[in-house]
């Protein structure tokens, strides 16, 4: 179901997904939304019988691993794809050695980040023309 995007196809899926959620739902310009990071990045994709539903991308920066562009296609949420995205993307930092995570929540989805052990580390602040809070978590 979730897996690390190991080809062009796979991340044309990434960035499918990514297009429907941030740019088409939620409105962030193209600009913003891709970024200089996205060759660096360990993306991952979610999918089922071929259908891209999900996607994520982890930066592993000195000693901590950030997650981010994480996104659940309107049509799969409610179905707790959302914290398995999260959980898978955890586990692969984990397993290379990380054990501090940033990310950049959305404000609404602050309780949901702190249900998988994350805590606002700062103050409220907009990126993309949204509220986000700046998160942490250490093992």
């Known amino acids: 179901m979730f ?33 200089d990071y996205e060759n660096s990045a360990t993306h991952i994709l979610g999918e089922i019988d071929g259908e891209p539903f999900a996607a994520g991308r982890i930066r592993f920066i000195e000693d901590f691993a950030k997650l981010e562009r994480i996104a659940v296609r309107k049509d799969f949420r409610g179905k707790s794809y959302g914290h398995q995205i999260v959980d898978f993307m955890l586990d692969i930092a984990k397993s290379r050695g990380y054990k501090k995570f940033t990310l950049h929540a959305q404000a609404h989805l602050r309780s949901f980040y702190e249900q998988h052990g994350f ?9 993309a023309n949204i509220d986000h809070f700046p998160m942490q978590r250490e093992e």
């Open 3 to 35: 897996r690390i995007a190991t080809n062009p196809d796979d991340l044309i899926k990434v960035f499918i997904v990514r297009g429907i959620v941030f740019l088409e739902e939620q409105n962030v310009p193209y600009a913003i939304e891709m970024d």
């Open 119 to 127: 805590h606002v580390c700062g103050e409220l602040f907009k990126e």
